[in-house]
């Protein structure tokens, strides 16, 4: 049974930070490449950034690049997503997500087979 589940969320002025988990159960995670999307309010869901496996090189959208840092640790099957800087349009519900080893394609959301519940992040202005 494969089960992600995130935390970390909350409320946070605009400028500060925050740090998400994933843990991750039941895949290999150390081939698995990770992803953090994130979901707006009335919006559709938007690729953030993910974390490539092997070699566990990044990629991240622009809106984010500067600010948001992926990190993994496999030996606690956890991946993270330090947000620092944080702007008022960072609010969202964040998901991690989890592909199959091999995939390409990170920032389609198709890619991904495995989802956590979401954790919201509301930055204050």
């Known amino acids: 049974q494969v089960h992600l589940e995130e935390s970390g969320g909350g409320l946070v002025q605009a400028g500060g930070a925050l740090r998400l988990s994933c843990v991750v159960s039941?895949?290999?995670?150390?081939?698995?490449?990770m992803a953090w999307w994130r979901q707006l309010p009335d919006s559709k869901r938007e690729f953030v950034g993910a974390?490539?496996?092997?070699?566990?090189?990044?990629t991240y959208a622009d809106s984010v690049k500067g600010r948001f840092t992926i990190s993994r640790d496999n030996g606690k099957n956890t991946v993270f997503l330090e947000m620092k800087e944080l702007k008022p349009e960072d609010t969202a519900v964040y998901f991690c997500?989890?592909?199959?080893?091999?995939?390409?394609?990170?920032?389609?959301?198709?890619?991904?087979?495995?989802w956590g519940q979401g954790t919201q992040v509301t930055v204050s202005s």
């Open positions: 997500a989890a592909a199959l080893p091999g995939s390409n394609w990170l920032t389609r959301s198709s890619t991904y087979d495995y």
């Open positions: 039941g895949l290999p995670f150390d081939r698995n490449p």
């Open positions: 974390s490539r496996a092997p070699g566990y090189t990044t």
